[in-house]
């Protein structure tokens, strides 16, 4: 009958097997290469095949009749037959690995199945067990699981951080102190977020054409919440790895693995910021005395223009009445002028400055460590919470020092006023909408309606006394310079908050 008229007929069911004579299963059984047992309900061997023999060294004229426990050496767990046992009993198959003893004493780890036979009347009339010799291959395991261990531990060991990708992106191998980088980072993968950084096309490079991935020593900064920023230097390269995925078993298995080498440069960047923030504090001060003596003078100027143009004013009135006395006054005018014009030649320009590639938690950073001995004398705290990552913004990094320090001093300022309790100075930074928003908040009086309006005009100060009150309108003049936006807004919570904004991509806003 053909398997289509078979299936035609459905009525019967026929199995092509029945039609096998029982003397094939047999020699099938007899030759199979793996050793195979049937035992009674209590594991007494009733037939042992010739791969049986071959394993245990035991004839079927030795074994049979003898319990399966001959093979055991008696040093495999109590627990682990019980367990088997158990499984027997629910007429459940059992599978695990024992250590067997043969013939000669010679002993051998087995991988043994063993699965009930149960007859019609539901009840187990036999055990079949199949084993195989498996001491080679654990040989070969235990020699992986050692040289993993090696590994790891020697990758471990390693100062640096180490993870290595496969093309899809998955971290197959990280070592401790890359783990360690987590927290830091606040990310699960920090070999992810690491690339992310570095290389923010990642993913899909790494799947068409590994090679553009490779880079050497590329730094990356991470400013960790309340703490300071670490320093990382990367390299990435290919090397090759062994896919283990069934689909290469017949084909290559050879696929490049992306390796970063994540080292820390922490401390030779704190010394390098160490003497830059030196040589900071001295240019700044350098230019806070120069803007002080540009600010003194040109309101000095901006003074003296107001009696000079009355006298201008007195003097068209004086023409038509005491032509002579005019004319003396005229003089007088003019020299006043002039000497005004020689003192506005004087004025020290601003400093030039080239635009260059700037990160503002750096500037801010340094601008709160400038103003800590301030902080300190007014019992000022500060609370610096930067994004962890921010991108480069092209500006002129000494104004935009200028810049905040000024707000920070105005803060600073506000709150150091006697008896005034909340003294808390806030800075933060984020993205938004593709800007970079740095907010300085304080807990002072805050401003009132009249002051927020005026707070950008030159001259204008809110504090009486001897105060210029220059420094918020040089702050406008330098973020329209780098075409941001700048505002003074009173906090709900009270206090001032200033919210300085400059685009990424340099644009004006
Ligand atoms: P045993 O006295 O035999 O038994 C140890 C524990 O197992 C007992 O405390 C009891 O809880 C449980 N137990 C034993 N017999 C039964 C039973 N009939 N019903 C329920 N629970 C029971 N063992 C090997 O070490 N190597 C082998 O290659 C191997 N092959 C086997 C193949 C088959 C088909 C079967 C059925 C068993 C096989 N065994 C094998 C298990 C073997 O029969 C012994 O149970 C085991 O070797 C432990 O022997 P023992 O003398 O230390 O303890």
Known sequence: MTALTRGKSRSKRVNPADDLPFEVYRQAVDQADIAISITDQRANILYANEAFTAITGYTPDEIVGCNESVLSNHTTPAKLYQEMWRHLSEQRPWSGRVLNRRKDGQLYLADLTISPVVGADGTTSHFLGIHRDVTELNRLERVVRNQKMLIESTLNA???????????????????????????????????????????????????????????????????????????????????????????????????????????????????????????????????????????????????????????????????????????????????????????????????????????????????EISVPRMLAAGVTVDWKPMATLPSIQARPLQLRMLFKALVDNAIEAMNTKGWKTRELTVTSHIADERVVVCVLDTGPGLDETARHRAFEPFFSAKSGRHLGTGLSRAQQIVSDHGGLIDLNPRPEGGCAAIVELRIDGDPI
């Open 158 to 368: 390693a100062p640096v951080g180490l993870a290595l990708l496969d093309t899809s992106g998955r971290v197959m191998l990280d070592n401790e102190a890359c783990k360690r980088l987590a927290s830091d980072v606040n990310a699960k993968e920090p070999a992810h977020f690491i690339l992310d950084m570095l290389l923010p096309d990642w993913r899909g490079q790494l799947a068409e054409d590994p090679a553009r991935c490779r880079f050497a020593n590329r730094e990356v900064r991470i400013d960790r919440r309340g703490g300071s920023a670490r320093w990382l230097s990367v390299t990435a390269s290919l090397i090759d790895t062994q896919s283990d995925c069934a689909d290469t078993y017949f084909t290559s298995a050879r696929q490049p693995g992306l390796l970063l080498v994540i080292n820390d440069v922490t401390e030779l960047h704190v010394e390098q910021e160490r003497a830059r923030a030196d040589a900071l504090k001295l240019a700044l001060i350098d230019e806070e005395r120069n803007a002080a003596i540009r600010e003194g003078l040109s309101a000095a100027l901006f003074r003296l223009d107001e009696p000079l143009n009355m006298m201008t004013s007195a003097l068209h009135v004086l023409r038509r009445r005491e032509p002579a006395t005019a004319e003396i006054l005229n003089e007088a005018v003019n020299a006043s002028r002039e000497h005004l014009d020689q003192l506005r030649q004087v004025i020290p320009p601003p400093p030039p400055e080239s635009q260059s590639s700037v990160n503002l938690n750096e500037i801010l950073r340094d601008v709160l």
